[in-house]
């Protein structure tokens, strides 16, 4: 039986890779089918296919739902409000005429947008303004690209949104998430710094011409381009600090964000408006990573069935490797299989296959934890089927691919980094 699942996974990573039927409706089909070949009921309060599966595991996931969403909030404001704009366009007057210290600068912006929310609309924010701003100054278009990502997976371990996906996901508290989090965050951030450099220089500056616009005074200019205020610049911070500093919960972190934005770019009487008028934006953009959570958490409740861990238990435990080194050095050279929607993409069926993890007791969960966070530094950057990844090379004018041959590997060190720090806190 358990030979009989992983060919149905293996089918349902065909058909995600061939994009035949889009991610979350292939997760749910998996979800069902491996049930069923478990043998679990069809219907029944427990282990059953309608109650476990499709009621319960449909909702396993609903802490992360409602962070991405107001995650989403919070970028689409940052976004209507001009802050994220204004951060970078800062960052870029401060920098002049020097490519790597402008890439710099929008690297940074790019890790606030990506603590706030992932995937592509935290590429856009930092993307919009601070990728012809790169360009504009010399740094090549591909490298434009991979800066704006490399900051979305340095900020990724501080997103309060990963946060409570890999709480759910592995079933550990966000404290320990948080912890964990925390150290992986020096490996992204020295990893990222050095594409920026060796990158910036490595492919040298390529000018390219600009005008000069006439002088306005700053009340104009900023009516102009809509320019947030300086104290409004702290929104993206604000989260962050009360999650980290003064340990407060995600939802009302995100909350106090939302609040502070508003309330420090928007006239009293337009309020209302502009909240309402971001939040509807914001389900536009929250709607895809939801469906995916909603299948992610059906397959993790089949696969937790105990019929599908008897199953799968002895197969997983025959090939995962044992010891510290060799997890280190056997899911290093496995890192490629979390691109192209891979089967250890811990956003489609590496979740599935997490779960199996934990649930057969094969790794301690905060091995666990550690192995998808590390997935998950490499995916949000260099895979090209990812939004933020198809975007950013878009609109630099360069192909995805080109993208990934740039990034990869860097994101590959930052995976083993996180491995070896995972090894070392969990395994040793």
Known sequence: MGIAIVGVMAIGVALMLTRKIPTAFALGLLAVVIAALSGASLM??????????????????????????????????????????TLVRKIVEFGGERPAVVALGV????????????????????????????????VAPVVAGGTVLMGLATGLPLELIGWQFLSDAVDLPI?????????????????????????????GARHAWAVRAPRRSRAAARERRGDAPWYALLTPLLPIVLALGLEVPIVPSLLVGLVYGLLTTTRPGKLGERALRSLYRAFDVAAPPIVLFIAIGMLLSAV??????????????????SGAVWFVLVFAVLVPLCLYRGPLNVYGLGAGVAGVLVSGGIYPAPAVLGLMSSYGQVLCVSDPTSTQTVWSAQYAGVRP????????????????????????????
């Open 401 to 428: 691919e080109k993208v990934m041959q740039s990034t990869l590997p860097y994101t590959w060190v930052m995976a083993v980094g996180g491995l070896v720090l995972t090894a070392v806190l969990f395994l040793a």
């Open 304 to 321: 937790k069935l105990p019929g599908a861990v008897s199953a799968l238990q002895p197969l997983i435990s025959a090939v995962s490797p």
């Open 107 to 138: 690297y940074a912006v790019a890790i606030l947008c990506g603590s706030i929310t992932g995937s592509a609309p935290a590429a856009m924010l930092a993307g919009v303004v601070g990728i012809p701003a790169m360009i504009a100054v010399g």
């Open 175 to 203: 404290e320990q998430v948080r912890e964990f989090q925390l150290k992986v965050f020096p490996i992204a951030l020295v990893v990222g710094v050095a594409y920026v450099l060796i990158e910036t220089r490595r492919t």
């Open 44 to 85: 029944g309060k427990e282990n059953s296919i309608t109650g476990s599966v499709l009621q319960t595991g449909s909702a396993m996931l609903a802490a992360t739902m409602i962070a991405v969403l107001l995650g989403s909030w919070l970028g689409t404001l940052m976004e209507d409000t001009g802050i994220a704009a």
